[in-house]
């Protein structure tokens, strides 16, 4: 716990407790996993790394460096790499169904106005397999290294970053459908 967490403000883990439960009701199931994922290991890694190296890069804002921001970035592709590239493929079939279904299945296709536009079939406007999942884990990095550095409303980050991540993540997942 920080020092002014004690004093002036509500407990860190109050704010990763409203979080969690933002994400748990309102995302998909995976999407809820990974945005508590990459609030726990990438806020972690940019306060770590940030603090570490962050006066040798540029400053974002107070209190957060491009060092920081890099980290979060490179932790958010790593977890997202993990969960839809090893855990997501090993649940069982049965677990994985009706309200309980994945976002990512494994394929990102492109929406049907962009399809029309570029005149493309359905099957040609589909990413399966190993480059589905670079996207979603470059975009996942990316949702994460921006929710980490943006200061919203001076809303405490454990409260902001799972649910700005399970925002950015299904609203992901729904464009790509």
């Known amino acids: 716990m920080r020092e002014s967490e004690a004093h002036d403000r509500y407990n860190g883990v109050i704010s990763y407790l409203a979080g969690a439960w933002f994400v748990m009701f309102f995302c ?28 040798y890069t540029p400053r ?11 980290a979060a970035f490179v932790f958010g592709v790593a977890a997202a790499v993990l969960f839809w590239g090893f855990v997501g493929p090993s649940v069982p079939q049965s677990m994985n169904m ?35 999942l670079a996207a979603v ?4 990095g990316l949702v994460v290294s921006v929710s980490e550095a943006i200061d919203l409303f001076e809303l405490d980050d454990n409260l902001t970053i799972p649910i700005l991540c ?5 609203g992901f997942f729904k464009a790509f459908d």
């Open 28 to 55: 998909p199931k995976d999407v809820a996993l990974v945005s508590v994922i990459l609030l726990s290991w990438c806020d972690t890694a940019a306060s770590t790394f940030g603090r570490a190296y962050g006066r």
């Open 60 to 70: 974002i804002r107070k209190g957060k460096s491009l060092a920081g921001s890099l």
């Open 98 to 132: 009706g309200d309980n279904k994945f976002a990512f299945d494994g394929h990102l296709t492109l929406p049907p106005r962009a399809r029309e536009t570029l005149g493309w079939s359905k099957k040609q406007a589909t990413i399966d397999g190993t480059i589905a």
């Open 137 to 140: 884990a470059l975009w996942s």
């Open 166 to 170: 399970g925002i950015g993540l299904a």
